[in-house]
């Protein structure tokens, strides 16, 4: 950090709650005004701690938290926000785990009576995601993190659930945050620049996760040479021209051949590859121009041919940085050598959607893709499984809008007519599903309520979980030909769908869920919970399982309860990382009023569920009809009035 922190006339601005033109008239008007420390002429730095107290002596400073007052300071650290954050965020793991480190940056020790006082307040943990909240938010000098709905894609994608998962473009750990509350069994990154790096791996380290993040240029000086992983999910750096194309020529990490200097992005493809232990899955945001680009024809083709390269899949602009761009996903399996290659590869054409719709449909059409990859699948508008043989073309371009099949006039006429029927029916059930409730007098007592520990202390419901990964002793049970027992995964909880996971021997125990269990991911952005409503399912990892006492406790009004407003604040960590379900507020109610309560709920639930499928169906309407008229293949129906 630097020795004396400084900021701008615009930063004393935005401080003291005043226009830019406030602070000119006050260094004219005020002959005691704190006298430039740095800068130029035109855009002069003040000494903070000085500008600070004056401001106070003036009644202009607004009282602040303590972790605002904190921030304030590490941000205007040198040469970074993220190297404020790191200085302290290694004061926090030590107290962490039960040590008294001392502060040696002289200018930490001014800090150290708030540090005190938020650790007191929110523990290490705590204190250190509330700083990161402030980091996180758009400033000057913090970089864009991928947001967490698409981490969160790519590492379903990738399944991840008790693997070992590598991010050699970590950055400040989005991928491997989202890694975590995915249930990963350890997370390791590498990222070029310092700070960051020490960000994700303060961050693994205070939430007890195995791995470890290094700093340097993945490409050039690698971290983990000869190791490979379950699972690598990545987002590296675009457009880089120079990346090493000169020093790593022959570098045996290029197991389909040498790069070329103009296709930086499939160095990286080629990196991630050789770090993946066979069959295992990797995922790649890139930009879209990878799928064509001339100079990456060889490379495309041999990916094909031998079966690393599975899915392409391309998502709705802005989702992510950069934002005028419409990004693909790449999905990579490491393929077995011996063993025939795949005839068939997925292109999933998402441009066109809306993400909270569409990312759950991707995971299910990729899920339907694995369980038969050589299976014809179809989708028209949406996705295919494309045979390799058509891809292996002149131009090997595998971008998905250019793949979809032609559709004839025929099929979008029975296409429209389907979608119009399932819409209309979609549409004719939600009247009936929407829950009846009648507002109450907004002067009645606040209602008493309990914790969630407290109800487990009291024996109205069991707390399970959440299930570790490890390597169970027991047997699944599963007699020839059943296959492994489905899993609930919280990626299923959180969007709404299908259990989708497989018991691959990596749940350290095995938990049967019973009708009536109520499951809550530990690891969300937001609350979510299920009640189980079939049996035959196990509890995968990073899941609470309520298993409710039904003689005191009814499992769809605590469900209902749990994904309150008040209790995702309650719960939720203040990273919205994590969840401490224990934490949540539970009315206390007669059984029979909770049973009223909880047919609400289950409503509530299946109305949800149909305006989900409402969406997705709509935007199909949307995108044939549209497409229709545009080919010639549909006429507009004539009012013959």
Known sequence: MQETPTITAAEIARIAGVGRAAVSNWRKRHANFPTPVGGTPASPEFDLTQVEQWLRAQGKLPELATVDRLWRHLATAIPSPAVGLATVGHLLLARHRGQRSRATDPQLVPLLPDLDALVEELGPQGAFDALWQRFSAPGPGRPFATPDDVTDLMVALADVDGSAVLDPAAGSGAVLRAAVRAGCASAHGQELDEGLARLAGLWLSLRDVPGEVSTGDSLRADAFTGRTFDA?????????????????????????????RTEPELAWVQHVLAHLRVEGHAVLLM?????????????????????????????????????????HLWVLRRATPEAPPPQRALLVDAAAGEPNVTYPRILEVWRAFVAAPDAELEEPGFARAVPVIDLLDEEVDITPVRRQPTVTGGDTGVQLANVQQRLAAAVGNLPALVPRVTPVDDSRPAPETMTVAELARSGALQIIGPVRTGYSTERDGTTPGEGPPTVLTGQDVVSGIEASGHDNGSLAERIDLQTGDVIVPVAARRLASRVITRGGLLLGP?????????????PWFLAGQLRSTANDRQATSLSGTRIDVRRAQIRRLPLEEQRAHGEVYCRLTDFESTVREVTALGGDLVRLTADGLAGGLLLPERDER
Do not use: Q, Y
């Not at 880089?240 to 051949?257: A, Q, S, Y």
């Not at 690393?308 to 990004?327: D, E, K, M, Q, T």
């Open 232 to 260: 690598v999910v990545c987002h590296p750096p675009f457009g880089v021209t120079n990346w090493g194309d000169d020093e790593l020529g022959h570098d045996p990490r290029w197991i389909v051949g040498s790069t070329p």
């Open 287 to 327: 930009p879209p121009t990878v799928a064509g680009r001339r100079a990456g024809k060889r490379i495309r083709a041999e990916l094909l041919r031998r079966g690393h390269l599975r899915a392409v899949v391309a998502l709705p602009p802005g989702v992510a940085a950069p934002h005028n761009v419409p990004l």
């Open 542 to 554: 990073g899941l609470f399982l309520l298993r409710p006492n039904p003689a005191a406790l009814d």
